[in-house]
């Protein structure tokens, strides 16, 4: 009698590890009062424009915070005078420039060294402004918004794409799930637009709607580490591998069987503690025994995925 295969679980972060060049929540929140301008007020994008410059402080400093609310007021100005087209193609290229500077730039030689209850702190305030803005508005609206939004943004690099389409296809039991604070539309709609190969689950914050399909502005954060928990319990998976890039990440390490630390904004390599093993492309196989990886952000996440599912 044959034995069932050993199925793992393959648990992700999104932001600063799928996607590491930036934030597909902050990208797709600063172009949402844009590709629906007639759905959004002046409160609304003042809101909006408060919960980016949030991020900005946290990961820079007081001076980048109010860069980024300048330059989201000047794409506001150039929509209202008509030229939605160019208040477009603007913020198209200040993302890229601002992607381009991400990966070329430390974000341990920025300003700021956030700490655990800091970052928690500046997450709570990200997603209250995030539901205070979104308040009233319907959930269907919401997500046509974010599809557009998103289809501007990069997504996932290439290497990183291909070996989760390797995995599912040449290893049926690896079973691939996605776990952020990130608002659940917008993982949603990631997870449909960059990831072509099937997805157990994908964990979010809520936020949650009334019977009209409104939004009210409460909302439900997640606990990883509870998450991570309850998903091993309710499927049974012989082997957790999970990956991420800043504290809240951490919580999945004492539940999972192997965790995958990702170089990027998070700087998650200030709070990992030793032992654990840095990996290079050129010697990928230095992973295999040890429970915690450490990812540096010149070694594409592909290349570490590839090598702890062949194990």
């Known amino acids: 009698m044959s034995e069932s295969p050993t199925?793992?679980?393959?648990?992700?972060?999104?932001?600063?590890?799928?996607?590491?060049?930036?934030s597909v929540f902050i990208e797709s929140i600063s172009y949402l009062p844009f590709v629906q301008s007639g759905h959004w007020s002046p409160t609304d994008r003042r809101?909006?424009?408060?919960?980016?410059?949030l991020v900005g402080r946290y990961y820079g400093n007081p001076w980048t915070e109010k860069r980024w609310r300048i330059t989201l007021r000047t794409v506001d100005l150039l929509q209202r005078l008509g030229d939605g087209e160019l208040a477009l193609s603007l913020l198209d290229t200040l993302r890229e420039v601002q992607t381009q500077i991400n990966t070329v730039i430390d974000p341990k030689y920025t300003f700021n060294s956030p700490s655990t209850n800091s970052y928690d702190?500046?997450?709570?305030?990200?997603?209250?402004?995030y539901a205070k803005a979104i308040t009233t508005h319907r959930r269907g609206e919401l997500r046509t918004a974010m599809k557009q939004?998103?289809?501007?943004?990069?997504?996932?690099?290439?290497?990183?794409?291909?070996a989760l389409e390797d995995i599912t296809t040449s290893t049926p039991s690896v079973e691939l799930l996605l776990i952020t604070d990130m608002?659940?539309?917008?993982?949603?709609?990631?997870?449909?637009?960059?990831?072509?190969?099937?997805?157990?689950?994908?964990?979010a914050t809520k936020f949650e709607t009334d019977q009209t399909g409104r939004f009210t502005g409460d909302f439900y954060s997640i606990n990883k580490s509870r998450m991570l928990t309850?998903?091993?319990?309710q499927h049974n998976w012989d082997h957790v591998i999970a990956?991420?890039?800043?504290?809240?990440?951490?919580?999945?390490?004492?539940?999972?069987?192997?965790?995958?630390?990702?170089?990027g904004q998070g700087r998650i390599d200030e709070h990992l503690q030793e032992p654990y093993v840095t990996v290079s492309e050129s010697n990928p196989e230095s992973i295999h025994e040890s429970h915690d990886v450490y990812v540096p952000k010149e070694v594409p996440l592909g290349v570490v995925l590839r090598t702890v599912i062949s194990t």
């Open 183 to 203: 608002p659940a539309t917008i993982a949603n709609i990631f997870a449909s637009k960059a990831i072509e190969v099937p997805i157990q689950a994908v964990v």
């Open 149 to 162: 939004a998103l289809s501007r943004c990069a997504l996932i690099d290439n290497p990183t794409a291909a």
């Open 7 to 22: 199925t793992t679980a393959l648990c992700l972060d999104i932001d600063g590890t799928l996607y590491r060049g930036g």
């Open 47 to 53: 809101i909006l424009r408060q919960a980016v410059g």
């Open 243 to 263: 990956a991420g890039d800043t504290v809240r990440d951490l919580q999945m390490q004492s539940t999972a069987d192997q965790f995958i630390a990702v170089s």
């Open 230 to 233: 309850a998903l091993d319990e």
């Open 121 to 129: 702190e500046m997450r709570i305030s990200l997603l209250k402004k």
